[in-house]
């Protein structure tokens, strides 16, 4: 038995819009603390794990831990039917194969009850230790977006470099380069719009701009994002969902060809 | 060709082990490939109509050049590192099956001769496709082509497959494709079936994973060799009366083939003479292929002038065609240095139980291995903030109940 309550129903909306398009079919789990998502795209290459605590539902029950394996192209359809102020309430019955979706009204003069038929995802699900990050860039999103958006018309690949100086994006391609250089920045107006830089070590990565361009989906979620790097592991990019928790992108980086030998696969 | 039935035996006695992936999951895999089992298929299925084949302007059949240049292409294109491997020698063993392999196609080279004077164009088709041999040339012909393209192949000195199977077990390849099921028997960690089918049949990849199956079948790696040659395999006969249901029975009573020669009723099932079980046995366990740090597999840059002289010029493909082919090749090159997140990230396990119940696709010896019962785990977000858990935590309960799960005792909390 699951049923959860939330009074602003677009941020499930919001949600959506931002894992739709890298991940098709995933197992959400729900536990007595929180709702949750890890998805993987289709090449392994990034993931997603999505995190909603209970107390940012107006009422949260969920008896034991359960996965519901959802198509989220299909959910998403189904959500775009509520209203923006609707209140979204999911709902779950043990051993049934659907999940309904209602949406109420602000006015509670409608109320509708959409079902939608669970499937069978046999996903796997990847351990993320804590790291040490060598570098946390925080920024606003909407920049993040635009540099994304604006490398991607150069090229396919964007390199983020931190240094002490700031955090640089570039790319190349056939009809030329770019290079985005954010300094550190803290001596704004509103907290959302400062650039912030921790920096231990200077670090250099190369990722694939397709995935960064599905990761801003997100940017609506949150006013700012927070990039982690380590020249050891995939790039962190966490948009936070205020007072309930987070979405975040995994992207393992590109590669030099020389480093052609296997490793060894567990 | 390959065991007799195995499939078949896997899918009902050890599910786990069989599972269906989708051809975009092996982004940035490096897989061997038995080149000449696909060279064949491409003789068989691509440009073929009747008895007429692709040929170039002087006749020779082109289809084996067609079939490797874009299912390559199309393995690049999704990220894949093909490595082709190219049979050598046959051991001497597999004489006597190669012998019954070319009686039968000689029966329909004479069967397609009386089709085509009967005019039957159903047998034509039948016989045409039964009477294919892949020569000593269109094996000379593809590896040409793979080079040009910049694609490792390895000359076996033997059985590809074998060679196939040493590739990945020394790491050097994540799994093995071919459709020939002895890939298991050599040994190949991982063996993938249906990867090189065209994408217009839409058929899932099938993958094995040889450390589930033993699991499942509980035996033995030396046991299930000994199964796979009582199933029936090409270097020498089986017992008759005696298939993979009852070879597995009988190897989990005694053991090996000995110790069921030494106790089957030998009135009741007859023991081939002079059978070479021993030495089929060796060619699996210890098959002649070259040592791993003989060969060097690099993935270069496609030889544009090569390739077109080869395919245009030499064999009459469209000039146009193979231009915005070689394109492709060279855009998954940019491709190929992606990193997967699997190789950073280690699976772990969850605790969450599907909502939906799974039905009754869960009984034992299901042919849907899909559809059983997930197995209780951690769920992933727990992750975060638990200490990594290894492994998956088996519940073998759960997966003999169709319909009521045991309630799972371990609540995990959060801060």
């Keep these: 038995m699951l049923e959860l309550r939330l009074v602003q129903g677009s941020l499930l909306k919001k949600v959506m819009d931002a894992i739709k398009d890298l991940v098709n079919d995933a197992n959400f789990d729900c536990s007595s603390a929180s709702f949750a998502l890890q998805a993987m795209d289709s090449s392994h290459v990034a993931l997603v794990a999505l995190l909603l605590r209970a107390e940012g539902f107006e009422h949260f029950r969920c008896d ?126 509103k907290p959302e719009e400062a650039t912030i830089i921790e920096m231990n070590e200077p670090v250099s990565l190369t990722f694939a701009l397709r995935y960064m361009n599905s990761f801003t989906k997100a940017t609506p979620l949150s006013n700012t994002v927070t990039l982690s790097l380590s020249a050891e592991l995939p790039i962190v990019v966490e948009y936070k969902i205020a007072e309930m928790g987070y979405i975040r992108y995994y992207l393992a980086p590109k590669i030099e060809d020389d480093e052609e030998e296997t490793k060894p696969e567990a | 060709m390959g065991i007799k039935g195995l499939t078949k035996l896997l899918a009902d006695n050890a599910p786990r082990g069989m599972k269906e992936q989708k051809f975009e999951s092996f982004f940035g895999r490096k897989i061997a490939i038995d080149a000449s089992m696909s060279i064949y298929q491409f003789l068989i299925v691509v440009g073929r109509s009747g008895t007429e084949m692709l040929t170039n302007e002087a006749g020779d059949v082109t289809s084996h050049l067609q079939g490797m240049f874009y299912r390559t292409i199309r393995l690049l294109e999704a990220g894949i590192k093909p490595i ?156 008759r009366g005696i298939g993979g249901q009852t070879a597995l029975k009988l190897i989990r009573q005694h053991g090996s083939i000995e110790g069921i020669i030494e106790n089957i009723s030998k009135e009741r099932y007859q023991i081939p003479e002079d059978w070479p079980y021993v030495e089929a046995r060796r060619l699996f366990k210890e098959p002649n292929v070259i040592a791993e740090d003989e060969q060097e597999i690099k993935w270069a840059s496609p030889d544009e002038e090569g390739l077109v002289s080869f395919l245009v010029n030499g064999n009459g493909f469209s000039a146009d065609r193979v231009t915005k082919a070689i394109e492709k090749v060279k855009a998954a090159k940019n491709k190929s240095s992606q990193g997967r997140l699997d190789s950073f990230f280690k699976p772990a396990a969850s605790t969450s139980i599907p909502l939906k119940r799974k039905g009754t696709s869960c009984t034992l010896g299901s042919l849907k291995p899909w559809g059983r019962p997930k197995m209780a785990s951690i769920p992933a977000f727990s992750c975060w903030y638990l200490p990594r858990v290894s492994g998956s935590a088996r519940l073998p309960s759960l997966e003999l109940s169709s319909k009521h799960y045991v309630p799972f005792s371990r609540v995990v909390c959060f801060s």
């Design chain 1, 64 to 189: 034991r831990n359960i996965s519901m394996g959802m198509n989220l192209g299909n959910m998403a359809k189904m959500l775009k039917c509520a209203g923006n102020d609707d209140i979204i309430t999911i709902k779950g019955d043990d051993g049934s194969d659907t999940v309904t979706f209602m949406f109420e009204s602000p006015t509670q003069d409608k109320i509708a009850d959409f079902e939608m038929k669970l499937m069978d995802i046999d996903s796997e699900h990847l351990g993320i230790p804590d790291a040490e990050y060598q570098a946390i860039v925080r920024m606003p999103s909407a920049e993040f977006m635009r540099i994304c958006r604006d490398l991607a018309t150069i090229g396919d690949t964007v390199v983020i470099s931190v240094t002490k100086e700031g955090v640089k994006f570039s790319a190349r391609g056939d009809m030329g380069s770019a290079n985005i250089v954010l300094r550190q920045n803290t001596t704004v107006d």
């Design chain 2, 84 to 239: 082709y491997v190219f049979d050598g020698q046959p051991p001497d063993l597999k004489n006597q099956e190669l012998a019954k392999r070319s009686s039968k196609r000689a029966d329909a080279t004479e069967g397609l001769r009386l089709a085509v004077e009967a005019g039957n164009t159903e047998d034509i088709e039948k016989f045409s496709k039964r009477s294919v041999k892949v020569t000593k040339q269109h094996n000379e012909d593809c590896k040409k082509l793979l080079r040009l393209m910049g694609v490792p192949v390895i000359e076996a000195p033997s059985e590809a497959e074998a060679q196939c199977a040493a590739l990945c077990k020394s790491g050097k390849a994540y799994a093995v494709a071919s459709e020939d099921m002895d890939s298991l028997t050599f040994g190949a960690p991982r063996f993938l079936r249906h990867l090189m089918d065209p994408s217009s049949k839409k058929v899932p990849v099938m993958e094995f994973e040889i450390a589930k199956i033993l699991e499942d079948l509980n035996i033995s790696m030396d046991q299930f060799i000994d199964l796979c040659i009582l199933s029936g395999c090409d270097y020498c006969d089986s017992i």
